[in-house]
């Protein structure tokens, strides 16, 4: 069982960046597969970025050279960092861990203003 909280979000305008943070209530370093999506109104939930507990890292072809997830073992911390940001990214960010079952946090805003 894990808990995740997120924070980081926030107005920006385009081309600026945020960093999101994923506070886990236990030990990450176990955890296979951590990552972030992403989600407006009317929209299902997409995938943003994953990392899994081998250092691979994958990214939505929409984030990719703008979006870098990466883990703070030490810290029990997922990051999503977010440059360049553009108005398509806005949407809540949640946190998602895979354990024996499907973790996620509250949701974090991040609106980009053009």
């Known amino acids: 069982q894990v808990q995740l909280v997120e924070s980081g979000g926030g107005l920006v305008q385009a081309g600026g960046s945020l960093r999101l943070s994923c506070a886990a209530s236990?030990?990450?370093?176990?955890?296979?597969?951590m990552g972030w999506y992403r989600q407006t109104p009317g929209k299902q939930r997409e995938w943003v970025a994953i990392?899994?507990?081998?250092?691979?890292?994958n990214y939505a072809d929409s984030v990719k050279g703008r979006f870098t997830i990466s883990r703070d073992n030490a810290k029990n911390t997922l990051f999503l960092q977010m440059n360049s940001l553009k108005p398509e990214d806005t949407a809540v960010y949640y946190c998602?861990?895979?354990?024996?079952?499907?973790?996620w946090g509250q949701g974090t805003q991040v609106t980009v203003s053009s």
């Open positions: 990392s899994s507990s081998s250092g691979s890292t």
């Open positions: 998602h861990a895979l354990l024996i079952r499907e973790y």
């Open positions: 236990r030990s990450i370093f176990s955890i296979n597969a």
